[in-house]
């Protein structure tokens, strides 16, 4: 039988803010080896645990630890301060970077020519396993280190790789940024509710329970979401007249189109 303890092997997070804790909760469910944490604000000590050892800096790292796998969820900006005082693991252990904008070589510039380096792009829902993740592979990252980075990615939820890393700034856009969007959706369905006289309690349950039913009819069945869309509306009714708004020109699909290229532009713009 497998022991819980060591599904994962030793890890080393480097980031433990939104996107790091997120995948350290589905890590440590899914069980994980005694790993380290860097991160400099006290806020992180909350998740240091009998697996977990919290540290503010590379230098408080112990000695003899040496992690299978460094996973960097720092944001972009600060990477350069973060990656350097790790150059000494580059032999020995993979880096998996959930950086938006960062590329591979970049990275490979940053830690040293002979650091394997995985780039990943998760997303929040990574925290309860239901994450999607995109993954390209560097340069001579061998097969079992690659191999440890999918099981990283698979331990937080769906896992597809591309060969053109350009193609992870249009996935930042979608799926790294995603959950976003549809948190964005809940607030506004439940303010309308709000508008047109309905409790706060109830427009938030109605607005949550849609957003949760329809992402799970949209998970049970192999119809396109248009024809799930087309089911809905019946000729003349409530939910024609309201798409007739959202559908136009200017409505969802030239607004999402936009704001799909600007976050992927943005994306670009961070591995500049
Ligand atoms: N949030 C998302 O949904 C999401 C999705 C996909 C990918 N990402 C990527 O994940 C990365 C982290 O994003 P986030 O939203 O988790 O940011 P975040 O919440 O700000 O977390 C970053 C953490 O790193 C810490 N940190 C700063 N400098 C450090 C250093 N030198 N060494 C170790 N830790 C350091 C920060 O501490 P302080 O707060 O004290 O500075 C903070 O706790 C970004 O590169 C982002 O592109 C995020």
């Not at 230098?59 to 350097?84: E, N, R, W």
């Not at 349950?205 to 998970?219: H, M, P, Y």
Request: with cysteine; charged share 15%.
């Amino acid at each position: 039988m497998t022991d819980r303890s060591t599904r994962l092997p030793p890890l080393l997070l480097v980031g433990g803010g939104h996107m790091g804790s997120a995948m350290l909760s589905s890590w440590r469910e899914y069980g994980m080896a005694p790993s380290v944490l860097i991160d400099p604000s006290p806020t992180t000590d909350a998740l240091a645990g009998a697996d977990l050892l919290v540290v503010r800096d590379a230098g408080q790292i112990p000695a003899g630890f040496t992690p299978d796998a460094i996973i960097v969820a720092v944001k972009p900006q600060t990477a350069s301060d973060a990656l350097m005082p790790l150059r000494r693991f580059a032999g020995s252990s993979v880096f998996v970077s959930i950086m938006a904008g960062r590329t591979i070589a970049w990275l490979r510039a940053t830690l040293g020519d002979t650091a394997a380096v995985v780039r990943a792009m998760p997303n929040t829902p990574a925290a309860i396993r239901a994450g999607i993740s995109v993954a390209c592979v560097g340069p001579h990252v061998s097969l079992s280190a690659k191999n440890l980075a999918q099981l990283l990615l698979s331990a937080i939820g769906h896992v597809e790789f591309v060969v053109d890393e350009t193609l992870l700034n249009p996935v930042t856009a979608i799926s790294g940024g995603g959950p976003a969007y549809v948190f964005l959706l809940a607030e506004l369905l439940e303010r309308a509710g709000i508008e047109q006289g309905l409790c706060p309690n109830l427009a938030r349950t109605l607005a949550r329970q849609t957003i949760i039913g329809a992402a799970k009819l949209l998970e049970s069945t192999s119809e396109d979401a248009a024809s799930l869309r087309r089911a809905v509306t019946s000729p003349a009714g409530t939910t024609e007249r309201a798409l007739a708004i959202l559908m136009a020109d200017s409505g969802w699909p030239r607004t999402i189109s936009d704001a799909i290229a600007a976050a992927t532009l943005r994306s670009f713009e961070l591995g500049s």
